[in-house]
């Protein structure tokens, strides 16, 4: 079946500084990198990487077309990527010598992705393909309804902004996926507890601690494999990346789950995001 990921696309830009600047301060980078991130991207590769078959849905400026070609590369469908005239979505980060980072997000294209690139991208799908999207772009709400009047069945991989997007988004899902902070901060906006949302399958992630995943059975915990961390970008993302595509395979939660910890535990070994996520061969062949 096809994955329909309506997420973010953004050039990650980093910047190594001595020290993080302050107010007023103008401080020259001592290096420079620039790779591919922002939450939808690095899902649609993490589940491309774990063999699903994956159609991105977004939007990128003129500036963002290398990043079109990266996600082509890494076996993205990108034929619903549009290009809008406003800049590509893209972050700022500064990283001092002893790892703090200072992070600037802009979102830029990923807020002016059109319906009608949706309505075209859904046309395409069929009853039981898997629908997700995050909360880096605009349209969620309404393009969950589109997947889910065609059958199709709905994640989310993250909190929702604001009460409205709450109240419009819950009732959509089959599947949530948030870490920690972000299920306080939905219990905080919706009074419900994880167990208590009105969502299927509900995945809190705890980092080093692993996920609790609240099932049909109840709730049941996964601890994290062992690893020492040298960057926790992008693990979340790989985490529900790998997930979505194990249940597009028909893989049993717990097995899809399992799967989804030991990439998401070899991605906080390497330094990056998308550009780094583990494949099928990596997650199969590690020791832990
Ligand atoms: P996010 O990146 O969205 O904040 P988490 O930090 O909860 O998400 O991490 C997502 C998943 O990545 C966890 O459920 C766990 O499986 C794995 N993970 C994260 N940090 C570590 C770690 N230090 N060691 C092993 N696995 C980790
Ligand atoms: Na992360």
């Not at 200072?102 to 949706?118: E, K, T, Y």
Request: hydrophobic share 45%; aromatic share 6%.
């Amino acid at each position: 079946m096809t994955i329909w990921n309506l997420g973010s696309i953004n050039a990650d830009l980093v910047y190594d500084v001595p020290h993080l600047p302050g107010p007023g301060e103008t401080l020259a980078a001592s290096g420079m990198s620039r790779g591919l991130g922002g939450k939808g991207a690095n899902m649609s590769v993490a589940a491309a990487r774990a063999g699903g078959r994956v159609a991105h849905v977004g939007a990128v400026g003129a500036d963002g077309q290398w990043m079109v070609q990266r996600l082509l590369e890494y076996g993205v469908d990108t034929r619903f990527i549009g290009e809008v005239d406003a800049v590509s979505g893209h972050a700022i980060i500064a990283v001092d010598t002893s790892g703090e980072n200072l992070i600037i997000i802009h979102g830029g294209a990923n807020r002016a992705i059109s319906m009608d690139l949706v309505g075209r991208a859904l046309a395409q799908a069929e009853a039981g393909d898997l629908f997700v999207t995050q909360n880096e772009t605009n349209a969620q709400a309404e393009a969950a309804r589109m997947a889910r009047d065609l059958g199709l069945r709905v994640a989310y991989a993250a909190a929702p902004f604001d009460r409205d997007e709450v109240q419009a988004v819950l009732p959509l899902l089959d599947l949530l996926v948030l870490n920690e902070v972000e299920a306080q901060q939905l219990e905080a906006a919706t009074g419900l507890a994880p167990d208590a949302l009105p969502v299927a399958d509900v995945i809190v992630t705890l980092g080093a601690r692993g996920c609790r995943w609240y099932g049909a059975e109840g709730a049941r915990d996964f601890p994290a494999f062992k690893v020492t961390p040298v960057d926790t970008t992008g693990a979340g993302d790989t985490f529900t990346g790998y997930v979505i595509a194990g249940i597009d395979r028909g893989l049993p939660m717990p097995q899809a789950i399992a799967q989804a910890m030991r990439a998401a535990a070899i991605m906080v070994t390497r330094h990056g995001t998308a550009d780094v996520i583990p494949d099928l061969k990596d997650v199969q062949e590690a020791q832990f």
